[in-house]
């Protein structure tokens, strides 16, 4: 069965600091993949989705990046984290090329910058 | 690509009555899908149900079904028989990537 990882679970960094978080996926190949992030509990918005290896699009233009140096593996970054990326991030999974595909999603990271 | 939108920010409702959340959507494709997601306290997001346009027969799953009105663009969920545990915010999806703000029930004991 497909599993997603995600991690840390919980992050406090500093206004300036650098950001990694990782996402795998287990269990199934060529995933699409997605960030997102949810402020304030309320919806999610979309950052990244990639459809293979080194193939990244972007929906918002921020100080966030995101890079899949594997098949599975999706990593988001910021080079120094602003107060506004406080949040709760999510990763997903989707099968390609299925449009009744859900997403899957992981635990989350909340992330809080101060 | 679409936009979805949820209009009720929460809701509240007695436990084992039923409730209906809302969902408006557009879109220009003529075949798509629709999903319902709930997200408990945990945060963990989980698909509760799903719904594909070209079919005119509405989704069900156990007590969770919608209401798919494709040419008013909408899609209602019906919760019957409300429990403690569905108690979470709900949030309806489509184009698969697209969310609206969702909708926070409240179950009342």
């Known amino acids: 069965s497909q599993t997603i990882h995600q991690w840390p679970a919980t992050l406090v960094q500093p206004v300036g600091s650098p950001l990694s978080l990782e996402c795998t996926v287990e269990g199934t190949s060529n995933p699409n993949l997605y960030w997102y992030r949810q402020a304030a509990g309320r919806g999610l918005q979309l950052l990244f989705y990639?459809?293979?290896?080194?193939?990244i699009s972007s929906e918002v233009p921020q100080n966030l990046s995101a890079s899949r140096p594997q098949d599975r593996q999706f990593i988001l970054s910021s080079k120094k984290l602003l107060l506004s990326d406080s949040g709760f991030y999510l990763c997903a999974w989707s099968v390609p090329g299925a449009g009744n595909s859900p997403l899957h999603f992981g635990n989350g990271t909340r992330l809080t910058v101060t | 690509a679409q936009t979805v939108t949820q209009s009720q920010p929460e809701m509240s409702v007695q436990e084992a009555e039923t409730v209906t959340l809302s969902c408006t959507y557009d879109t220009s494709e003529s075949d798509y899908y629709l999903f319902w997601y709930k997200q408990p306290p945990s945060r963990q997001m989980i698909l509760v149900i799903r719904?594909?346009?070209?079919?005119?027969q509405n989704a069900t799953e156990n007590r969770f079904s919608v209401n798919f009105q494709k040419a008013a663009k909408s899609i209602s969920l019906k919760i019957s028989d409300s429990q403690l545990g569905d108690a979470a915010m709900y949030f309806c999806a489509g184009d698969k990537i697209i969310f609206g703000k969702g909708t926070r029930l409240h179950i009342l004991p």
């Open positions: 719904q594909e346009a070209y079919k005119q």
């Open positions: 990639s459809v293979g290896i080194g193939q």
